[in-house]
Structures are given as C-alpha cells and as structure tokens.
C-alpha cells in the first residue's frame, strides 16, 4: 500500500469545521483513499472512501485533489464527540487481501468545547 | 451499516494457557477477515488475513504457530492466541471487507491481559 502523511494532531472549536489534510504522492492509479477514525479503545469507524471525484456523505466530506497526491477530510461541524484518531489509508479493494489496510500513525483530532 | 462483533470484549488469562476470539459478520458474508493488534498508543498493525476455506497469511514477523486463524464459515473467523505470555497482552481488532459495497468494518476489540 501507498505510504500516507498526516500531521499528528490538530485541534478544532466546536462547531466549527474540521479539515484533515493527508498526502499520498505515490498512490497509484487503482488504489481508493480510506478515512477511517478511531475513539480511544473502539474499533476504527469508516467515514467515507474515493478514487478521484469528491464524495461527501452524511458524516463528511472527501476532497481529493486532481492529481490525486493529497486529499482533505471535512467534518463540517465538528462536535465534543468528533475528538479521536483520524487514519487517511489507501488501499485497493478488488478482493482477497486487496482489501487489507495499513494503517499509519493518523492524526489526532481534538474538538474543544 | 453492517456490524462486526467479537467475543470476549475482554479476557484476562495466566501465562502459558491459551485464549479463542471469535470474530463475526453478522449481516453479510466475508470470505476474506483481517486481524490487527494494538498496543497502547500505537496504531493498528496487520497480523494475518484470514481465508474462508483456506490458509491464513500471515505478515512478517507473526508467528503462525502461535496465532492460529480459522475460518470454518463466511460469518466466523477464530484467532487463537497458544501459550500466551504477558507481551501478547494487547488489542486485537478484526475487520471483515463487504464485497458489495467495499466498505470494510471493524469489530469492537477484544482487550487480552496475560498475567
């Protein structure tokens, strides 16, 4: 899988939008770029997933630039609850153990009240 | 959304026995399950990839030996943690793929002591 970047922490106001920036300059042509998060001691939630257009949903948005070497996540109103490990993972998902994931260190998203 | 459960949530054992973690996918099927681990403050690492009807692969550096997968059913896959020891005290998360929708879910975590 493609190596991601992401800052290690960032921090947001209540309410406010949250963008969460991630680079992915050697993904390839086949390969989806996953947000997943992860609140302390739960299993990684899936937030949203593409390949190239942006894709929004009812938890966030999905910006992905048109080289496709980074990408931004926005929570557009970020709540107390929000706070948690945001992982930026690309991945193929043609089957088998295509669909596995690495996940690298993420960032950690504090919302403030 | 589809749910992926694990049993026991938590399991506290001695050294040298060994534990079972079930792994589900309670509404749809998953012929492909991964397991990870996590230990405090650090992210999730891949263990193995676990086959419906087949081998598990494992990545490098786990011992198959000592964690054994079974994956008897498209719903149903099994990490057995033998002889374990107080370094195997960890997180272990499952997550199972749908192959329709190509999202993949995580179980709850299974949080394993060895004392």
């Known amino acids: 899988d493609a190596k991601t970047t992401q800052p290690p922490s960032m921090d947001c106001a209540e309410g406010r939008a949250a963008n969460l920036p991630c680079n992915h300059s050697?993904?390839?042509?086949?390969?989806?770029v996953y947000w997943y998060r992860q609140i302390h001691s739960q299993g990684p939630q899936y937030i949203i997933h593409?390949?190239?257009n942006n894709e929004t949903n009812e938890m966030a948005s999905l910006i992905i630039t048109e080289d496709r070497k980074s990408s931004t996540l926005i929570l557009p109103h970020a709540t107390l609850r929000d706070t948690a490990v945001y992982y930026c993972?690309?991945?193929?998902?043609?089957?088998?153990?295509?669909?596995?994931?690495?996940f690298g260190k993420g960032t950690l998203l504090t919302v403030n009240p | 959304g589809a749910v992926v459960s694990q049993h026991p949530s938590r399991v506290i054992c001695k050294s040298g026995t060994s534990v079972k973690i079930e792994c589900r996918s309670l509404?749809?099927?998953?012929?492909?399950m991964f397991w990870y681990r996590q230990f405090p403050k650090q992210s999730l690492m891949l263990m193995a990839t676990?086959?419906?009807?087949?081998?598990?692969?494992?990545e490098q550096g786990v011992e198959k030996d000592k964690f054994l997968i079974n994956h008897a059913s498209l719903t149903l896959s099994t990490l057995t943690v033998t002889s374990a020891h107080p370094e195997d005290s960890s997180f272990y998360i499952c997550?199972?793929?749908?192959?329709?929708?190509?999202?993949?879910?995580f179980g709850p975590g299974t949080r394993l002591t060895v004392t």
């Open positions: 997550s199972a793929p749908d192959r329709i929708s190509y999202e993949q879910y």
């Open positions: 050697t993904i390839s042509g086949n390969e989806y």
């Open positions: 593409g390949l190239k």
């Open positions: 993972i690309v991945s193929q998902n043609s089957g088998g153990s295509n669909y596995k994931l690495t």
């Open positions: 509404d749809f099927q998953a012929t492909t």
């Open positions: 676990s086959n419906e009807g087949s081998k598990a692969t494992y």
